[in-house]
């Protein structure tokens, strides 16, 4: 079985690159100053709390050494800072990513799908995955799709039946347009309807 390309999934989880990119920007942004402000607090207390241990030596040649330990120790915690506070943007901004792609992947979809139903097809709607957001708006197109399948799967059947009975040439005319009229009445009431919730 082949491997799946990392790009591909990439890919895949940017869907709508100007909202996610924006939104994970966003997130990305004010998680680094409040890093960084955060890291120069850290920072600068543990300076502080280095400077005042070293004023309490008196030996020259000790304070030295400490001196040099304690400049050791300022560049280990910097670099560990440094290290902690850059894992927690790229985490945030991966986790920014992935949470707008339950956003924008079901928006996709349904965008597709809307897009069918505005080009007169009637496609099926499958549920949104688990974990998704706007499934509330994902059910609603569903309910819409299912009820104007329901109302061509109804006139398909009628206009057959009176295709078949005009076939048959039984003499009901005045049965035929009464089942067309009524079909004309329904989508004109449809129509109607439409415009006045508009």
């Known amino acids: 079985m082949p491997a799946k390309n990392p790009k591909r999934r990439m890919r895949n989880l940017l869907l709508d690159k100007p909202f996610q990119l924006k939104y994970t920007l966003a997130v990305v942004l004010v998680s680094s100053v409040i890093s960084a402000g955060l890291g120069t607090l850290l920072y600068q207390a543990h300076r ?13 040649l000790l304070d030295s050494a400490m001196q040099d330990e304690l400049r050791a120790e300022d560049r280990k915690v910097l670099f560990s800072l440094v290290i902690f506070l850059g894992g927690l943007v790229l985490s945030l ?3 920014g990513i992935v949470a707008t792609h339950k956003i924008a992947g079901p ?3 349904m965008r597709k799908k809307m ?6 097809k009637l496609p099926i709607m499958h549920p949104l995955r688990r974990g998704d957001e706007l499934q509330a708006v994902a059910e609603e197109l569903r309910r819409m799709a ?14 057959s ?27 004109q009431q449809r129509l109607d309807d439409n415009n006045q919730v508009g």
């Open 115 to 120: 897009s069918d139903i505005a080009d007169g």
């Open 107 to 109: 928006a996709y979809a």
């Open 146 to 159: 299912n009820f104007l399948r329901q109302q061509e799967e109804e006139d398909v059947e009628a206009l």
């Open 161 to 187: 039946q009176i295709v078949e009975s005009i076939r048959a040439d039984t003499g009901n005319s005045e049965q035929w347009s009464a089942a067309i009229e009524s079909m004309v009445q329904k989508k």
């Open 48 to 60: 502080e709390s280095s400077q005042v241990a070293s004023l309490d030596v008196d030996d020259p």
């Open 93 to 95: 901004t991966a986790l």
